[in-house]
């Protein structure tokens, strides 16, 4: 897969706009402020392609970011941001619950924050991702701002919390380091050859 070759196909906020369910595809769900838009621009080798932001929350919109042709990763809106109206919040909702509920993806990342345990909202997501028999992959982003001999304990925590099965994909990662990535560019590259 050439990942030079990317495009962000369509900013959807409603499921007309998404495009053609005619190749691999990846949710990310997680927290806004988690790392999604840094994840993306890892993944892709670019810098400020999927937009980041220090005011999290902003993203209302499911983006489809297609590689080469072969496979998409799609970002949800991050959920879980205090200071949005509960109005903005359902909307938030309804639009992710439309995408899961309707599209068939092939493959969900949940991504957590390493130095966090899960939230209350990750749960209710990952046993989502669970009741559906999803390949339970989970990435822990922000793995930089964490002390080294930290790290085992976060992934025993969160094992733990969300109750992963022995077979569960855990990707520690970093924006900043790039750790984590080619980890992730494998579980792809299966995907598109599956
Ligand atoms: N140190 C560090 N900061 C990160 C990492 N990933 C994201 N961030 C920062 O966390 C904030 C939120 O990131 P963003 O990707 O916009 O999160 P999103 O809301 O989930 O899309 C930004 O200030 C990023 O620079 C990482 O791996 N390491
Ligand atoms: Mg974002």
New binding site residues.
């Given amino acids: 897969m050439n990942f030079n070759n990317v495009t962000m196909e369509i900013s959807a906020v409603s499921k007309k706009q998404y495009p053609n369910k005619d190749i691999f595809e990846v949710a990310l769900c ?13 993944i892709l080798n670019r810098r400020n392609f ?5 005011t ?2 902003k ?1 209302a919109t499911i983006n489809f970011y297609n590689i080469d042709n072969k496979c998409r990763i799609v ?1 949800l809106p ?1 959920y879980g941001y205090a200071k949005v109206s509960n109005a903005e919040r359902d909307k938030w909702g309804k639009m992710i619950d439309e995408y899961l509920a309707t599209r068939g993806v092939d493959c969900v990342f949940q ?1 957590v924050d390493l130095r966090h345990a899960p939230s209350k909202d990750d749960i209710i997501m990952f046993n989502w991702m669970r009741s559906k028999g999803y390949r339970q992959i989970v990435v822990m ?5 964490v002390k080294k001999s930290l790290v085992q304990d976060s992934i025993r925590r969160v094992i733990m919390d969300l109750q992963l099965e022995s077979n569960a994909i855990i990707v520690p ?5 790039k750790e984590g990535r080619e980890a992730v560019v494998a579980i792809l590259e299966e995907g598109v050859q599956s």
């Fill in positions: 997680g927290r806004s402020n988690v790392g999604k838009s840094s994840f993306i621009n890892t999927a937009r980041t932001s220090g999290p929350g993203t970002d991050g991504l982003t922000k793995l930089d701002k990662f970093s924006a900043v380091t």
